[in-house]
């Protein structure tokens, strides 16, 4: 492993710059002096085992949800004014959702009237998908039977900064579109003045599960590279489950007790409290494929 001293070159926007950031659970993170892409480095070959039942139902290693379902319904109107976005700027009906967990969010968009498919690598969350009757491909958007040119839309909601090689992820992403088709992404922004408060201790570094955080500038260079037009930068706030809040924190802090009481009030009428919340620390994108 290179020494704190040693610059590493930034994925997103090229420079030879990027300076050691942070250590966090055992991951070295640099940060890039030209587009502030946070970036851990090296990149673990595979993450895949972060993603097991755990991961969806229990949290108990730092991060992901106490139950995701539940966590995840306080987000249903986020996910209605993204799907309200996405047809002002598309006017087909084919989309793909990268990342698509349990199809809560394919579940709304079919709903809607959307023809719908999903590509998810978490083993577990495809099986739960598929009994809901929901068509999500198990593996990533390389390692499926997805035909180029055959989507209107392609959504990653909170997935961009999962991916180990994100630049290769949106030039495949590229492929599936339509000649015009649109990339919907939200993301945390690194560049927010909130990540930039915290520095080091922004709640959002939690690797193996985020190896790459972006900027606005980081993030419109990688689209533009990959062939897209920006459309729209904006930020949409959410709601969070109390559990959600409380694993959250404990990711943050590490500390146990607010792991234990995630659990706790996942079993409680605590887990129908939402809270909205809006950090500013994520960013919503349209970008249309030239």
């Known amino acids: 492993m290179e020494n704190a001293a040693q610059k590493v070159k930034c994925p997103a926007c090229g420079c030879a710059d990027a300076y050691h950031f942070t250590v966090k659970n055992g991951y070295r993170l640099h940060r890039s002096q030209k587009c502030g892409l946070v970036f851990v480095w090296p990149t673990p070959s595979n993450t895949t085992s972060v993603y097991d039942e755990d991961y969806f139902h229990g949290a108990t290693h730092g991060f992901g949800y106490a139950d995701y379902d539940r966590d995840k319904e306080p987000q249903r109107k986020t996910m ?10 598309c006017s087909g009906v084919r989309l793909l959702d990268v990342g698509a967990a349990q199809g809560n969010f394919l579940q709304l968009a079919a709903k809607r009237g959307w023809k719908i498919q999903g590509v998810e690598i978490s083993e577990y969350a495809v099986a739960v998908a598929r009994q809901r009757g929901m068509p999500v491909i198990g593996g990533t958007v390389h390692h499926s039977d997805l035909q180029p040119g055959s989507f209107d839309v392609v959504t990653l909601w909170d997935v961009l900064e ?14 599936l579109l339509k000649p015009g088709g649109i990339i919907a992404i939200n993301t945390p922004d690194s560049g927010s003045w909130w990540a930039r408060f915290w520095g080091s201790h922004w709640h959002m570094i939690v690797p193996p599960e985020h190896l790459n955080l972006f900027s606005v500038s980081a993030l419109s260079i990688i689209l533009e590279n990959s062939g897209f037009k920006i459309e729209k930068v904006a930020k949409i706030g959410k709601s969070f489950s109390v559990p959600y809040i409380l694993s959250v924190l404990h990711g943050w802090t590490g500390k146990r007790f607010l792991a234990t009481m995630s659990a706790w009030s996942s079993r409680m009428w605590l887990r129908r409290v939402a809270f909205p919340i809006n950090l500013r620390d994520n960013m919503f994108f349209i970008a249309r494929k030239q």
């Open 162 to 175: 999962h991916l180990p090689d994100p630049i290769r992820d949106i030039l495949m992403i590229h492929a």
């Open 80 to 89: 209605g004014k993204y799907l309200d976005v996405i047809a002002a700027y």
